[in-house]
Protein backbone atom coordinates (compact mmCIF):
# COMPACT_ATOMS: atom_id res chain seq x y z
CA UNK A 1 0.00 0.00 0.00
CA UNK A 2 1.15 3.65 -1.00
CA UNK A 3 2.25 5.26 2.28
CA UNK A 4 1.42 9.19 1.44
CA UNK A 5 -1.79 9.61 3.16
CA UNK A 6 -2.50 12.53 0.68
CA UNK A 7 -2.71 10.41 -2.31
CA UNK A 8 -4.41 7.51 -0.71
CA UNK A 9 -7.24 10.00 0.71
CA UNK A 10 -7.29 11.52 -3.08
CA UNK A 11 -7.89 8.13 -4.64
CA UNK A 12 -10.45 6.65 -1.95
CA UNK A 13 -12.63 10.03 -2.65
CA UNK A 14 -12.18 9.20 -6.07
CA UNK A 15 -13.80 5.90 -6.14
CA UNK A 16 -16.17 6.71 -3.71
CA UNK A 17 -17.45 9.08 -6.83
CA UNK A 18 -16.77 6.83 -9.60
CA UNK A 19 -17.62 3.52 -7.86
CA UNK A 20 -15.26 0.94 -10.03
CA UNK A 21 -15.60 -2.59 -9.44
CA UNK A 22 -11.46 -2.76 -8.94
CA UNK A 23 -8.72 -0.20 -8.15
CA UNK A 24 -5.14 -0.97 -9.90
CA UNK A 25 -1.98 0.72 -8.67
CA UNK A 26 0.44 1.33 -11.23
CA UNK A 27 4.08 0.75 -10.66
CA UNK A 28 6.05 1.28 -13.78
CA UNK A 29 7.07 -2.41 -13.84
CA UNK A 30 7.60 -4.66 -17.02
CA UNK A 31 5.59 -6.92 -15.49
CA UNK A 32 2.57 -4.67 -15.08
CA UNK A 33 3.09 -3.17 -18.82
CA UNK A 34 2.55 -7.20 -20.37
CA UNK A 35 -0.23 -7.27 -18.38
CA UNK A 36 -2.16 -4.39 -19.48
CA UNK A 37 -1.38 -4.95 -22.80
CA UNK A 38 -2.84 -8.19 -22.38
CA UNK A 39 -6.21 -6.21 -20.39
CA UNK A 40 -6.08 -3.84 -23.55
CA UNK A 41 -6.11 -6.53 -26.21
CA UNK A 42 -9.29 -8.33 -24.28
CA UNK A 43 -11.07 -5.17 -24.20
CA UNK A 44 -10.60 -4.00 -27.40
CA UNK A 45 -8.22 -0.94 -26.69
CA UNK A 46 -5.27 -2.28 -28.42
CA UNK A 47 -4.89 -4.30 -31.57
CA UNK A 48 -1.93 -6.02 -31.97
CA UNK A 49 0.51 -5.20 -35.22
CA UNK A 50 2.60 -7.98 -36.75
CA UNK A 51 4.68 -8.24 -33.74
CA UNK A 52 7.77 -9.63 -36.17
CA UNK A 53 8.04 -6.22 -38.17
CA UNK A 54 6.33 -3.46 -35.82
CA UNK A 55 7.95 -5.36 -32.22
CA UNK A 56 5.72 -4.15 -29.22
CA UNK A 57 3.40 -2.52 -31.46
CA UNK A 58 -0.48 -1.91 -31.05
CA UNK A 59 -2.93 -0.04 -32.87
CA UNK A 60 -5.57 2.23 -31.18
CA UNK A 61 -8.78 3.26 -32.43
CA UNK A 62 -10.99 5.91 -30.67
CA UNK A 63 -14.02 7.05 -30.67
CA UNK A 64 -15.47 8.86 -34.45
CA UNK A 65 -16.16 11.83 -32.40
CA UNK A 66 -13.29 11.97 -30.23
CA UNK A 67 -10.35 12.29 -32.31
CA UNK A 68 -8.75 15.93 -31.72
CA UNK A 69 -8.17 18.58 -28.42
CA UNK A 70 -12.01 19.77 -28.10
CA UNK A 71 -10.94 23.35 -27.25
CA UNK A 72 -14.71 24.26 -26.87
CA UNK A 73 -15.00 22.12 -24.07
CA UNK A 74 -11.77 22.94 -22.21
CA UNK A 75 -12.15 25.12 -19.22
CA UNK A 76 -9.52 27.25 -16.92
CA UNK A 77 -11.82 27.27 -13.88
CA UNK A 78 -9.62 29.65 -11.60
CA UNK A 79 -12.04 31.63 -8.90
CA UNK A 80 -12.04 35.04 -10.75
CA UNK A 81 -13.08 34.99 -14.27
CA UNK A 82 -10.52 37.86 -15.04
CA UNK A 83 -7.48 35.45 -14.23
CA UNK A 84 -8.41 32.76 -16.63
CA UNK A 85 -8.61 36.22 -19.38
CA UNK A 86 -10.39 36.34 -22.77
CA UNK A 87 -8.43 33.65 -24.53
CA UNK A 88 -9.74 31.16 -22.48
CA UNK A 89 -13.17 29.50 -21.58
CA UNK A 90 -14.26 29.73 -17.77
CA UNK A 91 -15.97 28.17 -15.66
CA UNK A 92 -16.69 28.98 -11.73
CA UNK A 93 -15.01 26.22 -9.66
CA UNK A 94 -18.22 25.15 -7.25
CA UNK A 95 -20.03 25.10 -10.94
CA UNK A 96 -17.80 22.44 -12.53
CA UNK A 97 -16.88 20.16 -9.56
CA UNK A 98 -21.13 19.97 -9.07
CA UNK A 99 -21.36 19.70 -13.30
CA UNK A 100 -18.88 17.30 -13.51
CA UNK A 101 -18.95 15.57 -10.55
CA UNK A 102 -22.41 14.55 -11.81
CA UNK A 103 -21.50 12.99 -14.66
CA UNK A 104 -18.27 11.34 -12.65
CA UNK A 105 -20.91 9.49 -10.36
CA UNK A 106 -21.01 5.75 -10.80
CA UNK A 107 -19.14 6.45 -14.36
CA UNK A 108 -16.87 3.67 -13.95
CA UNK A 109 -19.24 0.88 -12.26
CA UNK A 110 -18.12 -2.03 -13.99
CA UNK A 111 -14.52 -0.68 -14.92
CA UNK A 112 -11.50 -0.44 -13.19
CA UNK A 113 -9.72 2.08 -11.97
CA UNK A 114 -6.26 2.65 -12.47
CA UNK A 115 -4.24 4.57 -9.94
CA UNK A 116 -1.32 6.28 -12.34
CA UNK A 117 1.36 8.20 -10.41
CA UNK A 118 3.77 10.05 -12.88
CA UNK A 119 6.85 12.25 -12.57
CA UNK A 120 7.22 15.45 -15.47
CA UNK A 121 10.84 16.29 -15.53
CA UNK A 122 14.36 14.08 -14.71
CA UNK A 123 14.22 12.22 -11.56
CA UNK A 124 16.06 14.45 -8.66
CA UNK A 125 15.95 17.73 -10.65
CA UNK A 126 14.65 21.07 -8.96
CA UNK A 127 12.55 21.31 -12.12
CA UNK A 128 10.59 18.18 -11.82
CA UNK A 129 6.63 17.77 -10.31
CA UNK A 130 4.64 14.85 -9.48
CA UNK A 131 1.09 13.76 -10.86
CA UNK A 132 -1.12 11.17 -9.93
CA UNK A 133 -3.93 10.48 -12.79
CA UNK A 134 -6.86 8.71 -12.01
CA UNK A 135 -8.49 6.76 -15.04
CA UNK A 136 -10.75 4.24 -16.46
CA UNK A 137 -9.29 3.28 -19.30
CA UNK A 138 -5.98 0.94 -20.05
CA UNK A 139 -5.04 3.09 -23.23
CA UNK A 140 -4.07 5.83 -21.06
CA UNK A 141 -2.60 3.93 -18.55
CA UNK A 142 -0.24 2.68 -21.17
CA UNK A 143 -0.03 5.88 -22.58
CA UNK A 144 0.72 7.77 -19.65
CA UNK A 145 3.71 4.89 -19.35
CA UNK A 146 5.79 5.69 -22.45
CA UNK A 147 4.78 9.63 -21.76
CA UNK A 148 6.20 9.77 -18.74
CA UNK A 149 8.17 8.53 -15.64
CA UNK A 150 5.36 6.57 -14.42
CA UNK A 151 5.19 4.65 -10.77
CA UNK A 152 7.19 3.93 -8.07
CA UNK A 153 9.97 6.67 -9.30
CA UNK A 154 6.97 9.17 -9.19
CA UNK A 155 5.86 7.90 -5.40
CA UNK A 156 9.46 8.32 -4.48
CA UNK A 157 10.09 11.30 -5.85
CA UNK A 158 7.06 12.78 -4.13
CA UNK A 159 7.55 11.32 -0.41
CA UNK A 160 5.43 12.20 2.64
CA UNK A 161 4.38 15.27 0.49
CA UNK A 162 1.20 16.49 -0.43
CA UNK A 163 2.31 18.72 -3.69
CA UNK A 164 1.15 17.00 -6.78
CA UNK A 165 -1.15 17.46 -9.06
CA UNK A 166 -5.10 15.53 -8.53
CA UNK A 167 -6.20 14.42 -11.85
CA UNK A 168 -9.71 12.73 -12.23
CA UNK A 169 -10.19 11.57 -15.74
CA UNK A 170 -13.19 9.32 -16.66
CA UNK A 171 -14.58 7.72 -20.46
CA UNK A 172 -18.00 7.78 -19.25
CA UNK A 173 -19.85 7.59 -22.11
CA UNK A 174 -18.34 9.25 -24.48
CA UNK A 175 -20.91 11.63 -25.26
CA UNK A 176 -19.91 15.15 -26.78
CA UNK A 177 -22.61 16.75 -24.64
CA UNK A 178 -21.12 15.40 -21.65
CA UNK A 179 -17.79 16.06 -22.40
CA UNK A 180 -15.42 18.77 -20.27
CA UNK A 181 -11.96 19.36 -19.83
CA UNK A 182 -11.47 21.24 -16.68
CA UNK A 183 -8.74 22.91 -14.94
CA UNK A 184 -7.96 24.38 -11.83
CA UNK A 185 -5.44 26.36 -11.38
CA UNK A 186 -5.93 27.72 -7.45
CA UNK A 187 -6.16 23.36 -6.61
CA UNK A 188 -3.52 21.83 -8.99
CA UNK A 189 -6.30 19.77 -10.38
CA UNK A 190 -7.76 18.36 -13.70
CA UNK A 191 -11.18 16.77 -13.60
CA UNK A 192 -11.65 15.35 -17.40
CA UNK A 193 -14.56 13.34 -18.63
CA UNK A 194 -15.99 12.05 -21.81
CA UNK A 195 -12.79 12.00 -24.12
CA UNK A 196 -10.07 8.87 -24.24
CA UNK A 197 -8.40 11.25 -26.84
CA UNK A 198 -4.89 11.49 -25.68
CA UNK A 199 -4.81 15.50 -25.35
CA UNK A 200 -8.23 15.36 -23.51
CA UNK A 201 -7.16 12.02 -21.69
CA UNK A 202 -3.31 11.90 -21.11
CA UNK A 203 -3.84 14.55 -18.01
CA UNK A 204 0.34 14.81 -17.94
CA UNK A 205 0.44 16.35 -21.15
CA UNK A 206 -1.61 19.50 -22.06
CA UNK A 207 -3.55 19.92 -19.08
CA UNK A 208 -0.65 19.14 -16.18
CA UNK A 209 2.49 20.53 -17.97
CA UNK A 210 1.29 23.16 -19.68
CA UNK A 211 -2.15 24.89 -18.43
CA UNK A 212 -1.91 24.25 -15.04
CA UNK A 213 1.98 24.36 -14.87
CA UNK A 214 1.67 28.30 -16.57
CA UNK A 215 0.02 29.22 -14.05
CA UNK A 216 2.16 27.43 -11.24
CA UNK A 217 5.47 28.75 -12.97
CA UNK A 218 3.91 32.17 -12.86
CA UNK A 219 3.56 32.20 -9.08
CA UNK A 220 7.10 30.26 -9.02
CA UNK A 221 9.33 32.39 -11.65
CA UNK A 222 9.68 30.08 -14.04
CA UNK A 223 7.89 29.21 -17.82
CA UNK A 224 5.98 26.51 -19.23
CA UNK A 225 6.00 26.52 -22.77
CA UNK A 226 4.70 24.37 -25.59
CA UNK A 227 8.21 24.18 -27.05
CA UNK A 228 10.87 21.29 -28.57
CA UNK A 229 14.24 21.80 -27.25
CA UNK A 230 17.18 20.35 -29.56
CA UNK A 231 21.05 20.63 -29.25
CA UNK A 232 22.83 21.07 -32.65
CA UNK A 233 26.66 20.33 -33.01
CA UNK A 234 28.81 21.99 -35.01
CA UNK A 235 31.44 20.13 -37.12
CA UNK A 236 33.90 22.15 -35.02
CA UNK A 237 32.15 20.14 -31.73
CA UNK A 238 29.97 22.79 -30.22
CA UNK A 239 26.80 22.42 -29.47
CA UNK A 240 24.17 25.11 -28.83
CA UNK A 241 20.38 24.11 -27.21
CA UNK A 242 17.40 25.90 -29.07
CA UNK A 243 13.80 25.99 -27.99
CA UNK A 244 11.25 26.21 -30.58
CA UNK A 245 7.60 27.09 -30.24
CA UNK A 246 5.29 25.93 -33.26
CA UNK A 247 1.48 25.35 -33.37
CA UNK A 248 0.63 21.80 -33.03
CA UNK A 249 1.16 20.16 -36.87
CA UNK A 250 3.56 22.88 -37.48
CA UNK A 251 6.48 20.92 -37.78
CA UNK A 252 7.83 21.22 -33.85
CA UNK A 253 8.65 17.02 -34.07
CA UNK A 254 10.11 17.20 -37.29
CA UNK A 255 12.28 19.83 -36.16
CA UNK A 256 12.89 18.29 -32.91
CA UNK A 257 14.60 14.84 -34.96
CA UNK A 258 15.56 16.93 -38.30
CA UNK A 259 18.59 15.01 -39.88
CA UNK A 260 21.03 17.68 -41.26
CA UNK A 261 21.39 17.47 -45.70
CA UNK A 262 23.48 15.88 -46.97
CA UNK A 263 25.71 18.62 -47.91
CA UNK A 264 25.77 19.80 -44.39
CA UNK A 265 28.92 17.15 -43.28
CA UNK A 266 30.02 17.35 -39.55
CA UNK A 267 26.41 19.08 -38.31
CA UNK A 268 25.01 16.88 -35.44
CA UNK A 269 21.34 17.29 -33.88
CA UNK A 270 20.46 15.61 -30.90
CA UNK A 271 16.87 16.07 -29.62
CA UNK A 272 15.74 16.78 -26.28
CA UNK A 273 12.04 17.22 -26.52
CA UNK A 274 9.53 17.63 -29.41
CA UNK A 275 6.72 19.65 -27.55
CA UNK A 276 6.90 21.01 -23.64
CA UNK A 277 9.78 22.73 -22.26
CA UNK A 278 10.17 23.71 -18.59
CA UNK A 279 12.36 27.03 -18.33
CA UNK A 280 14.28 28.49 -15.28
CA UNK A 281 16.88 31.47 -14.93
CA UNK A 282 20.37 29.56 -13.74
CA UNK A 283 22.65 30.91 -11.55
CA UNK A 284 24.75 32.29 -14.33
CA UNK A 285 21.59 34.16 -15.64
CA UNK A 286 21.12 32.21 -18.64
CA UNK A 287 17.80 30.63 -19.48
CA UNK A 288 18.11 26.18 -19.02
CA UNK A 289 15.24 24.49 -19.94
CA UNK A 290 14.28 20.63 -19.54
CA UNK A 291 12.18 18.09 -21.34
CA UNK A 292 9.26 17.66 -18.72
CA UNK A 293 7.99 14.42 -21.30
CA UNK A 294 9.30 10.75 -21.25
CA UNK A 295 8.17 9.96 -25.03
CA UNK A 296 6.21 11.71 -27.70
CA UNK A 297 2.73 11.86 -28.65
CA UNK A 298 3.33 13.12 -32.62
CA UNK A 299 1.29 13.80 -35.53
CA UNK A 300 1.84 11.06 -38.12
CA UNK A 301 0.39 11.81 -41.54
CA UNK A 302 2.92 13.42 -43.70
CA UNK A 303 5.90 11.27 -41.87
CA UNK A 304 8.08 9.61 -43.97
CA UNK A 305 11.52 8.76 -44.48
CA UNK A 306 12.24 12.11 -46.21
CA UNK A 307 10.62 14.62 -43.85
CA UNK A 308 11.52 12.87 -40.61
CA UNK A 309 13.85 9.48 -41.03
CA UNK A 310 14.88 9.68 -36.99
CA UNK A 311 10.82 9.44 -36.29
CA UNK A 312 10.10 6.51 -38.82
CA UNK A 313 13.05 4.83 -37.05
CA UNK A 314 11.59 5.68 -33.47
CA UNK A 315 8.23 4.07 -33.75
CA UNK A 316 9.10 0.70 -35.43
CA UNK A 317 9.15 -0.41 -31.91
CA UNK A 318 7.26 -0.06 -28.89
CA UNK A 319 4.59 2.37 -30.53
CA UNK A 320 0.75 2.68 -29.99
CA UNK A 321 -0.52 4.22 -33.12
CA UNK A 322 -3.92 5.95 -32.74
CA UNK A 323 -6.24 6.41 -35.89
CA UNK A 324 -4.14 5.17 -38.57
CA UNK A 325 -4.72 2.49 -41.73
CA UNK A 326 -4.74 -1.20 -40.92
CA UNK A 327 -3.14 -3.31 -43.52
CA UNK A 328 -3.83 -7.31 -43.52
CA UNK A 329 -0.55 -8.18 -43.27
CA UNK A 330 -0.28 -6.29 -40.27
CA UNK A 331 1.29 -3.17 -41.15
CA UNK A 332 -0.06 0.45 -40.58
CA UNK A 333 -0.10 3.37 -43.01
CA UNK A 334 -1.17 6.70 -43.23
CA UNK A 335 -1.36 9.47 -46.02
CA UNK A 336 2.37 10.43 -46.66
CA UNK A 337 3.70 7.38 -45.58
CA UNK A 338 6.69 5.90 -47.80
CA UNK A 339 4.35 3.28 -49.03
CA UNK A 340 1.65 3.57 -51.80
CA UNK A 341 -1.59 3.07 -50.91
CA UNK A 342 -2.13 -0.08 -50.14
CA UNK A 343 -5.33 -2.40 -52.32
CA UNK A 344 -6.79 -3.29 -49.40
CA UNK A 345 -6.79 -1.29 -45.81
CA UNK A 346 -8.79 -0.91 -43.35
CA UNK A 347 -9.40 2.97 -42.73
CA UNK A 348 -9.19 4.50 -39.26
CA UNK A 349 -13.03 3.48 -38.50
CA UNK A 350 -12.42 0.39 -38.75
CA UNK A 351 -13.79 -0.07 -42.37
CA UNK A 352 -12.77 -1.40 -45.57
CA UNK A 353 -11.78 1.25 -47.52
CA UNK A 354 -11.00 1.69 -51.02
CA UNK A 355 -9.81 5.21 -53.41
CA UNK A 356 -13.61 5.53 -54.71
CA UNK A 357 -14.91 6.08 -51.23
CA UNK A 358 -14.79 9.80 -49.01
CA UNK A 359 -12.30 10.32 -46.33
CA UNK A 360 -8.79 9.42 -45.52
CA UNK A 361 -7.06 6.34 -44.06
CA UNK A 362 -6.01 7.77 -41.53
CA UNK A 363 -7.29 10.77 -39.49
CA UNK A 364 -5.56 13.78 -39.82
CA UNK A 365 -4.80 13.92 -36.49
CA UNK A 366 -4.33 10.66 -35.56
CA UNK A 367 -0.80 9.73 -33.69
CA UNK A 368 2.14 7.94 -32.74
CA UNK A 369 3.22 7.82 -29.07
CA UNK A 370 6.56 6.29 -28.08
CA UNK A 371 9.44 6.49 -25.35
CA UNK A 372 11.64 8.88 -26.49
CA UNK A 373 14.19 6.46 -25.67
CA UNK A 374 13.52 4.40 -28.73
CA UNK A 375 14.71 7.63 -30.77
CA UNK A 376 17.89 7.40 -32.88
CA UNK A 377 18.58 10.44 -32.18
CA UNK A 378 17.84 11.48 -28.19
CA UNK A 379 20.28 13.49 -26.55
CA UNK A 380 22.75 11.90 -23.62
CA UNK A 381 21.79 15.73 -21.57
CA UNK A 382 17.70 14.44 -21.75
CA UNK A 383 17.58 13.06 -18.45
CA UNK A 384 20.13 15.75 -17.22
CA UNK A 385 18.80 17.19 -13.49
CA UNK A 386 19.85 20.37 -14.41
CA UNK A 387 18.54 20.97 -18.09
CA UNK A 388 20.89 22.27 -20.75
CA UNK A 389 21.44 26.35 -21.10
CA UNK A 390 19.36 27.84 -24.21
CA UNK A 391 21.17 30.28 -26.39
CA UNK A 392 18.53 30.70 -28.94
CA UNK A 393 14.41 30.56 -29.01
CA UNK A 394 12.24 30.15 -31.88
CA UNK A 395 8.70 30.89 -32.81
CA UNK A 396 7.13 29.80 -35.86
CA UNK A 397 3.99 29.12 -37.71
CA UNK A 398 2.33 28.69 -41.13
CA UNK A 399 2.16 31.69 -42.64
CA UNK A 400 1.53 31.25 -46.60
CA UNK A 401 2.44 35.22 -47.08
CA UNK A 402 3.78 37.86 -45.23
CA UNK A 403 5.83 36.11 -42.68
CA UNK A 404 9.75 36.43 -43.94
CA UNK A 405 11.64 32.71 -43.87
CA UNK A 406 13.55 34.20 -40.78
CA UNK A 407 14.11 37.17 -38.66
CA UNK A 408 15.59 38.19 -35.30
CA UNK A 409 13.86 40.25 -32.11
CA UNK A 410 15.94 43.18 -31.67
CA UNK A 411 16.24 41.98 -28.12
CA UNK A 412 13.95 40.07 -25.43
CA UNK A 413 10.98 42.53 -24.87
CA UNK A 414 10.93 42.45 -28.68
CA UNK A 415 11.25 39.14 -29.08
CA UNK A 416 8.44 39.02 -26.42
CA UNK A 417 6.50 40.81 -28.78
CA UNK A 418 6.89 38.40 -31.78
CA UNK A 419 5.94 35.26 -29.70
CA UNK A 420 2.89 37.55 -28.31
CA UNK A 421 2.22 38.56 -32.19
CA UNK A 422 2.65 35.06 -33.27
CA UNK A 423 -0.48 33.87 -35.93
CA UNK A 424 -0.51 30.47 -37.88
CA UNK A 425 -2.71 28.73 -39.64
CA UNK A 426 -4.95 26.15 -38.44
CA UNK A 427 -4.58 22.34 -38.39
CA UNK A 428 -6.32 19.41 -37.59
CA UNK A 429 -4.55 18.78 -34.36
CA UNK A 430 -8.11 20.84 -32.87
CA UNK A 431 -11.58 20.62 -33.72
CA UNK A 432 -12.98 23.46 -36.29
CA UNK A 433 -11.90 24.96 -39.81
CA UNK A 434 -8.54 24.08 -41.14
CA UNK A 435 -6.62 26.65 -43.00
CA UNK A 436 -7.89 29.81 -40.74
CA UNK A 437 -5.20 32.17 -39.87
CA UNK A 438 -5.52 33.01 -35.91
CA UNK A 439 -3.36 34.38 -33.58
CA UNK A 440 -1.83 31.91 -31.37
CA UNK A 441 0.77 33.76 -29.00
CA UNK A 442 3.97 31.69 -28.40
CA UNK A 443 1.85 28.86 -29.53
CA UNK A 444 0.17 28.65 -26.43
CA UNK A 445 -3.76 29.97 -26.60
CA UNK A 446 -5.00 26.95 -26.39
CA UNK A 447 -2.54 25.70 -23.30
CA UNK A 448 -1.80 29.34 -21.46
CA UNK A 449 -3.81 28.22 -18.16
CA UNK A 450 -4.54 32.04 -16.93
CA UNK A 451 -4.82 35.44 -18.42
CA UNK A 452 -2.58 35.46 -20.91
CA UNK A 453 -1.81 39.38 -20.71
CA UNK A 454 -0.29 38.32 -17.24
CA UNK A 455 1.26 35.80 -19.08
CA UNK A 456 3.17 37.90 -21.35
CA UNK A 457 4.39 40.04 -18.35
CA UNK A 458 5.89 37.06 -16.40
CA UNK A 459 7.76 36.81 -20.17
CA UNK A 460 8.49 40.33 -19.82
CA UNK A 461 9.86 40.28 -15.87
CA UNK A 462 11.66 36.64 -16.71
CA UNK A 463 14.02 38.82 -19.48
CA UNK A 464 14.96 41.21 -16.50
CA UNK A 465 16.27 38.84 -13.93
CA UNK A 466 18.40 37.02 -17.54
CA UNK A 467 21.99 38.69 -17.93
CA UNK A 468 22.87 36.43 -20.72
CA UNK A 469 19.19 36.06 -22.26
CA UNK A 470 19.11 33.75 -25.42
CA UNK A 471 18.91 35.52 -28.66
CA UNK A 472 14.45 35.32 -29.94
CA UNK A 473 13.60 34.61 -33.72
CA UNK A 474 10.46 34.13 -35.68
CA UNK A 475 10.71 31.47 -38.48
CA UNK A 476 8.46 30.61 -41.14
CA UNK A 477 9.02 27.12 -43.50
CA UNK A 478 5.35 27.83 -45.26
CA UNK A 479 5.69 30.61 -47.72
CA UNK A 480 4.31 29.67 -51.03
CA UNK A 481 4.38 30.80 -54.81
CA UNK A 482 2.15 31.95 -57.23
CA UNK A 483 1.01 28.39 -57.85
CA UNK A 484 0.70 27.42 -54.17
CA UNK A 485 3.95 25.74 -54.14
CA UNK A 486 6.78 25.80 -51.07
CA UNK A 487 9.43 28.52 -52.08
CA UNK A 488 11.33 26.79 -49.18
CA UNK A 489 12.06 22.66 -48.69
CA UNK A 490 11.72 22.59 -45.07
CA UNK A 491 12.71 19.76 -42.96
CA UNK A 492 16.39 18.92 -43.07
CA UNK A 493 17.29 21.96 -45.33
CA UNK A 494 15.64 23.75 -42.44
CA UNK A 495 18.74 23.49 -40.83
CA UNK A 496 20.50 25.87 -43.05
CA UNK A 497 18.39 28.83 -41.29
CA UNK A 498 19.31 27.24 -38.09
CA UNK A 499 23.08 27.68 -39.02
CA UNK A 500 22.59 31.37 -38.94
CA UNK A 501 20.19 31.79 -35.82
CA UNK A 502 23.09 30.11 -33.83
CA UNK A 503 25.56 32.45 -35.58
CA UNK A 504 23.65 35.41 -34.03
CA UNK A 505 23.21 33.64 -30.99
CA UNK A 506 26.85 33.65 -30.89
CA UNK A 507 27.04 37.39 -31.35
CA UNK A 508 28.86 35.97 -35.15
CA UNK A 509 27.51 36.43 -38.24
CA UNK A 510 25.54 39.59 -40.14
CA UNK A 511 22.41 40.97 -40.34
CA UNK A 512 20.51 43.99 -41.73
CA UNK A 513 18.14 45.91 -39.44
CA UNK A 514 14.45 46.22 -40.83
CA UNK A 515 10.96 47.36 -39.49
CA UNK A 516 10.35 43.99 -38.26
CA UNK A 517 13.26 43.06 -37.00
CA UNK A 518 17.26 42.12 -37.81
CA UNK A 519 16.96 39.96 -41.26
CA UNK A 520 19.80 38.00 -43.03
CA UNK A 521 20.99 38.85 -46.45
CA UNK A 522 20.09 36.02 -49.12
CA UNK A 523 23.44 35.48 -49.43
CA UNK A 524 23.99 34.65 -45.36
CA UNK A 525 21.73 31.49 -45.30
CA UNK A 526 23.94 28.57 -47.55
CA UNK A 527 22.49 27.38 -50.30
CA UNK A 528 24.70 25.48 -51.51
CA UNK A 529 23.35 21.90 -52.71
CA UNK A 530 19.94 23.36 -51.96
CA UNK A 531 17.17 23.17 -54.67
CA UNK A 532 15.95 26.52 -54.51
CA UNK A 533 14.17 28.35 -57.69
CA UNK A 534 15.77 31.86 -58.94
CA UNK A 535 15.25 34.62 -56.62
CA UNK A 536 13.42 32.71 -54.06
CA UNK A 537 15.69 33.56 -51.36
CA UNK A 538 15.18 37.17 -51.95
CA UNK A 539 10.88 36.54 -52.13
CA UNK A 540 11.61 34.38 -48.59
CA UNK A 541 13.19 37.18 -46.37
CA UNK A 542 10.95 40.31 -48.29
CA UNK A 543 9.59 42.72 -45.86
CA UNK A 544 6.42 43.43 -47.51
CA UNK A 545 5.81 46.23 -45.69
CA UNK A 546 2.06 47.31 -46.71
CA UNK A 547 1.03 44.18 -45.57
CA UNK A 548 2.75 44.48 -42.01
CA UNK A 549 0.53 47.69 -41.79
CA UNK A 550 -2.11 45.99 -42.43
CA UNK A 551 -1.35 43.20 -39.90
CA UNK A 552 -1.13 45.95 -37.03
CA UNK A 553 -4.69 46.64 -37.25
CA UNK A 554 -5.03 42.58 -36.58
CA UNK A 555 -2.66 42.91 -33.98
CA UNK A 556 -4.82 45.94 -32.16
CA UNK A 557 -7.95 43.94 -31.70
CA UNK A 558 -6.44 41.13 -30.68
CA UNK A 559 -4.57 42.99 -27.97
CA UNK A 560 -8.20 45.10 -26.97
CA UNK A 561 -9.36 42.03 -25.85
CA UNK A 562 -7.22 41.91 -22.93
CA UNK A 563 -7.83 45.65 -21.68
CA UNK A 564 -5.59 46.30 -18.66
CA UNK A 565 -4.23 43.47 -18.48
CA UNK A 566 -2.04 44.15 -21.61
CA UNK A 567 1.44 45.06 -20.17
CA UNK A 568 2.88 48.22 -20.84
CA UNK A 569 5.46 46.86 -22.61
CA UNK A 570 3.91 45.12 -25.57
CA UNK A 571 1.53 48.37 -26.12
CA UNK A 572 5.14 50.22 -26.49
CA UNK A 573 6.50 47.27 -29.06
CA UNK A 574 3.22 47.48 -30.95
CA UNK A 575 3.78 51.58 -30.87
CA UNK A 576 7.42 50.74 -32.07
CA UNK A 577 6.80 48.80 -34.84
CA UNK A 578 4.03 50.85 -36.10
CA UNK A 579 6.67 54.06 -36.40
CA UNK A 580 9.58 52.21 -37.88
CA UNK A 581 6.73 51.03 -40.57
CA UNK A 582 5.93 54.72 -41.16
CA UNK A 583 9.55 55.91 -40.88
CA UNK A 584 10.08 53.42 -44.41
Known amino acids: MVANESVRKFVKEAAAMCRPDDVVWCDGSEEERERLTRVAIRVGDLIPLDQQTLPGCYLHRSAANDVARTEHLTFVCSR ?27 SMAGRTLYVVPFLMGPAGSPFSKVG ?8 VALSMRAMTRMGNVALEHLGDSDDFTRGLHSKADLHIDRRFICHFPEENTIW ?4 GYGGNALLAKKCMALRLASALGAREGWLAEHMMIVGIESPEGETTYVCGALPSAC ?15 GWRVFTVGDDIAWLRVGDDGRLWAVNPEAGFFGVVPGTNSRTNPNAMRTIQQNTIFTNVGLKPDGGVWWEGHDDPVPRSVTDWRGRSWNASKQGTVAHPNSRFTVPAGECPSISPERENPNGVPISAILFGARRQKLVPLVYQAFDWAHGTFLGATLASETTAAATGAVGVVRRDPMAMLPFCGYNMGDYWNHWLSMGKRLTRPPKIFR ?29 RSRDRGTADESPIGYLPKP ?5 NGADLP ?11 RDGWRTNL ?13 LPAGIREQHDGLRQRLRAG
Open 534 to 544: DGAMSRLLHVD
Open 80 to 106: EQDDAGPSNNWMAPDEAYDRLGRIFDG
Open 192 to 195: SVGS
Open 475 to 503: VNWFQRDDRGGFLWPGFGENLRVLRWVIE
Open 553 to 565: RSQSEFFEKFGDR
Open 132 to 139: IELTDSVY
Open 251 to 265: GKTNLAMLVPPESMK
Open 523 to 527: SDIDC
